[in-house]
């Protein structure tokens, strides 16, 4: 089973940036897309990007459009989150995911990274 490693995350003013990393431990070229989500205390996991593996379309939930965004490194099984323009409401765990074929949940969740951005 491939195992993702999330890292990256850290505490930031509003406005400011991070890059989250997701590696894989294993060879992902089989893999339809990789996702971002987030979790918020109290909240459940909710999308925010993903990315299709082979042929690089990305999709983006409206509350990070424009400010975020998603890129792979097929070479390092890596997948990565420009997040810029950071607000407190960016505040939550983040996990990535695996979809291994189109319309497959999204499952080998990480540990997940912590983000937390202050007014």
């Known amino acids: 089973q491939v195992h993702l490693v999330e890292s990256g995350g850290g505490l930031v003013q509003a406005g400011e940036s991070l890059r989250l990393s997701c590696v894989a431990s294993?060879?992902?070229?089989?893999?339809?897309?990789m996702g971002w989500f987030r979790q918020a205390p109290g909240e459940e996991r909710e999308f925010v990007a993903a990315?299709?593996?082979?042929?690089?379309?990305?999709y983006y939930s409206n509350s990070v459009k424009g400010r975020f965004t998603v890129s792979r490194d097929a070479a390092k099984n890596t997948l990565y989150l420009q997040m810029d323009k950071l607000k407190p409401d960016d505040t939550a765990v983040y996990y990535c995911?695996?979809?291994?074929?189109?319309?497959?949940?999204?499952?080998?969740w990480g540990q997940g990274t912590q983000v937390t951005v202050s007014s």
């Open positions: 990315i299709r593996w082979t042929e690089g379309t990305t």
């Open positions: 294993e060879r992902t070229f089989s893999t339809f897309a």
């Open positions: 995911g695996m979809q291994v074929r189109v319309g497959d949940p999204y499952s080998n």
